[in-house]
Each structure stands twice: as structure tokens, then as C-alpha cells.
């Protein structure tokens, strides 16, 4: 599986959105999913103009969820 295939893969139809970047049903983080797929194909600005992507990720535990890249926590915020 290609993460930046410009063709949504088809399990990412069932996709929940994650208020927080982690599974929202066993809290697995985006490093334990099964399949990734990144919507880069098309980009939303954000509130100071930057740009944000959907990102898929199909949990080791069935889940599948998405979140914006920009909550994604950075390195240096850890």
C-alpha cells in the first residue's frame, strides 16, 4: 500500500475522525496501524494559511480513523 497513491483505498470509507491523533477506540498510535493512506491530493488551509492533510490509518485493532496533519504532535512538543 502506497501512502501517497492519489486513489483513496477503499477501507478508508468507514473512516472515524480522531479528536486526538491516536485511535479513538483502543488509542493506538498512527506507528501501529496496519495501512496508512495520505490525502495530499487535496490540501485545506488552515486558520494561518497553511496547509493541512487528512491522514488515514487502519489500527492493528479494526479501527479505522483519520485526523488533520497539523495535530499531529511535532518532536519538539514532546
Known amino acids: 500500500m502506497e501512502a501517497f497513491n492519489p486513489t483513496p483505498p477503499s477501507w478508508t470509507k468507514t473512516a472515524t475522525h480522531a479528536l486526538t491523533f491516536c485511535c ?8 501501529l496501524a496496519q495501512n496508512v493512506w495520505i490525502n495530499r491530493f487535496a490540501p485545506v488551509m488552515s486558520e494561518d494559511y497553511r496547509r493541512k492533510w487528512q491522514e488515514f ?6 479501527q479505522v480513523w483519520w485526523a488533520w496533519s497539523s495535530d499531529r504532535q511535532h518532536e519538539e512538543e514532546e
Open 57 to 62: 490509518y487502519h489500527c492493528e485493532c479494526g
Open 24 to 31: 479513538p477506540s483502543c488509542r493506538g498510535t498512527p506507528d
